[in-house]
């Protein structure tokens, strides 16, 4: 029996979800096609927060995984939406070109960055 302490399991914590994420990027990139689902939830604290999942074709399966959280002010509009997943897509060298389909909410809203 080791004793973790609070750091510990933190840090280990942060280096799984990062582990997650680069496979889920690799995976979205290998795949060619991907799509994705933005949603708004609310947390404990009662602060909305933007959910995205993607969903890509590998091992001839569709898989859908989580990609991201952000917060949300108040008042946010559609764009401040966009920029928020753009900057992520941008961060990790995702292609807009590649992305066939954006849907928010259960309904479609276009083409990406129209």
Same mark, same amino acid.
């Given at each position: 029996m080791v004793p973790l302490s609070n750091n510990t399991i933190k840090w280990r914590t942060q280096e799984l979800s990062e582990d997650v994420l680069q496979q889920t990027i690799a995976s979205v990139k290998q795949s060619g096609k991907?799509?994705?689902?933005?949603?708004?939830?609310?947390?404990?604290?009662?602060?909305?927060? =933007?959910?995205?999942?993607? +969903?890509?074709?590998?091992?001839?399966?569709?898989?859908? +995984?989580? =990609?991201?959280? +952000?917060? =949300?002010?108040?008042?946010?509009?559609?764009?401040?939406?966009?920029?928020k997943v753009n900057s992520f897509i941008k961060e990790h060298q995702l292609e807009w070109s590649v992305c066939v389909s954006v849907c928010a909410n259960g309904a479609p809203s276009g083409a990406p960055g129209k």
């Open positions: 991907f799509s994705l689902q933005l949603d708004e939830t609310t947390d404990i604290g009662n602060d909305a927060q =933007l959910m995205v999942f993607v +969903r890509y074709v590998e091992a001839n399966y569709y898989e859908e +995984r989580f =990609l991201l959280c +952000r917060g =949300l002010a108040k008042n946010t509009t559609g764009e401040q939406i966009f920029n």
